[in-house]
């Protein structure tokens, strides 16, 4: 792999094999370098990628989009042990990214203001979500009352106001965590789904309208973690999460999350 591509320099999934566990790359995005460097990474992009980047404005999403797919790459390509330039991504009957010659490798693609979350795994039943916490978003109860399910905004509005706006953002990742997961993006509804915590930590999911034909993920986690970010994994029990933060040349030591 060609090191000016790096992003950060060392990005070495190879002693975390997919098959054995699922893998979290958490990237902060530098948007200093937004206006700066942008070309350094387009020529790893394929022509349909390409064409997106160039429609997207501000210059900040643009950037949000150019190291999400810059980082899918680097690490795909990493597990798949070829050149990230060679992989060819198709969407399958409900939307879902999947690689054409590496049906073994799974994944699941996050990006917001601030980060780029990427799961890697070896069972199709993933998804991830990743949401900037600070600045507050000053609408988030309007986008409550749109998406969730009135029992949801029930529970919502019990929590104290100070509160209330992380417990907005740990619902809403672990919805659309949760409907990655299934594989059915938009075409199932946030509201079919909620979520609670057991007296012993753990998440739990009450499908409201469960698809016959999906396999439905059945274990999660939630979390808030470095430099401001709320992120939510939707899985299959049976497999290690080990988590990695990239910020910059810095790529933290692998962690185990739970």
Known sequence: MDEAFLLPPTIDPLGLPAHNAVAIYLLELDHSACRDSPQRYLSLLAALELANWQKIRPVERQWQYLQSRVLQRLVLGAYAECDPRSLTFHRDEWGRPTLAEHGELHFSLSHCASHVALAVGSDSVLGVDVETVVPVRSSFMHIACKFFHPDDLAQLMEVPEEQRYGRFLEQWTLKEAHLKALGLGMHKSMADCRFERTSAGLIVAHDRAPVEDR????????????????????????????????????????????
Do not use: E, H, K
Request: hydrophobic residues 40%; positive net charge.
């Open 215 to 258: 396999v439905a993920p059945n274990a999660f986690i939630a979390q808030r973690r470095m430099r401001g970010c709320q992120l939510a994994l939707a899985y299959r029990y049976g497999r290690p999460v080990r988590f990695r933060y990239l910020n910059g040349d810095t790529a933290l030591p692998w962690q185990d999350t739970s």
